[in-house]
Each structure stands twice: as C-alpha cells, then as structure tokens.
C-alpha cells in the first residue's frame, strides 16, 4: 500500500538545523492521518505521497516551506503586573494583554473573526525573557526563520478508518506521547500568516 489520501500513515523523524544540530525529534513512531488535521507539513507531506513502507529520505526545508519567517511584529514587550505570578521563561499565554486597568490585566482571549481567521489576539505567545517590570513574548514558532533538515522514516501505512476521516485525525492520536513532537510540525495551523 501507498502514502495517499485517507491513509494512516506511520513514520519517525528527526529535525536538524542545516549545520546538522539536533532540534526535535519523534521520539519513536508516530501515527497521522495524511493531510489530515494531524498531519506533517506540507511540503512533507508531498514528499511522502505514493511511498511505501521502508521509504526513508532526507528533505532540505526553506523557512517559507517549514514555518516561515521570523516576524519581529510578533515580539511583544509588557508591563510584568499584567501577568501572573510566579511567572517563568517558556510560559505559554493565548493572546496579548489588554489595555492597562482591564478587569483582571492579564492576557485576553479574542475569537475569531467571521471569516474564521484567528485574530492577533488568539496567538499563542511564549514568554523568552524577564525582567523585574517587564516580561518579553514572542508569537513565532521556535523555528521561524530557520532552514530545516528533516528525516523521515516510513515504517507503516493502513486504510483510514470512516471516523478517522471524518475527525480529520488518526485514532489515538489525541492520547499519544507523542502528540507533542508533532504539534511542532503542526503549529502552523495555530498562527496562520506566521507559520507555512
């Protein structure tokens, strides 16, 4: 059988930079459903498209094919008493603050809009820097802007089940360790505009 639409396909991978440093990795197999709502990316998704199991390749990814540009629009500085304590590097918060003297000065929650675009608002920000009055958040993926090397193994592919289809994901996936390698490879679906 081969990679197509409605498979579940089975893989491992291994993200370097292009100086070959480690980034991420599966951690051992993954299982998604191709081009589904857990699927890869998909500039790698088409490179597995029509394979077979024992497919192994090394594919070469620009920012623009990986998630994207590093965009300094999405750096935000903030008064520190608009956030919690304790507060540390690598706290994840929805959305920016609001203006000073909102109920609660903490982080908002925006819907999206009509046209079911995310707003800015409902960004995930990542807190890189703190200072004693100042907290630092930057919305980019950790890989934005960044060239990758990426590593695929092909160890399985099977028929998606009519749930799985109709969820969008494989079964299980939702219970997987694993989930949150792939949630690297899939926070594009996140903050659209920032990630490809």
């Known amino acids: 059988m081969t990679v197509g639409e409605n498979t579940v396909v089975t893989v491992e991978f291994w ?23 857990d ?33 300094a629009d999405l750096l ?17 918060f929805e959305g920016v603050p609001g203006p000073e003297g909102d109920e609660g000065d903490g982080p908002t929650v925006t819907e999206a809009d009509d046209d079911d675009e995310l707003s800015e608002d409902s960004l995930i920000f990542v807190v890189t820097d703190l200072s004693e009055d100042k907290v630092v958040l930057d919305a980019n993926h950790p890989y934005a802007g960044m060239a990758l090397r990426v590593r695929i193994k092909l160890l399985g592919v099977r028929p998606a089940d009519p749930e799985e289809i109709e969820q969008g994901h494989a079964e299980g996936a939702d219970e997987d360790d694993d989930e949150d390698v792939l949630d690297a490879l899939i926070e594009s679906r996140r903050n659209p505009g920032v990630l490809h």
């Open 76 to 92: 935000r500085v903030e008064p520190r008493s608009r956030f919690p304590e304790p507060l540390e590097v690598g706290m994840q």
């Open 39 to 71: 699927s890869l990316l998909p500039r790698l998704d088409d490179a597995i498209e029509g394979k077979q199991v024992g497919f192994e390749d090394t594919f070469h990814l620009e920012p623009s094919d990986a998630f994207g540009d590093y965009d």
């Open 15 to 37: 993200i370097t930079d292009t100086d070959g440093e480690a980034l991420d990795d599966s951690g051992g197999p993954v299982s998604f459903l191709h081009r589904g709502l």
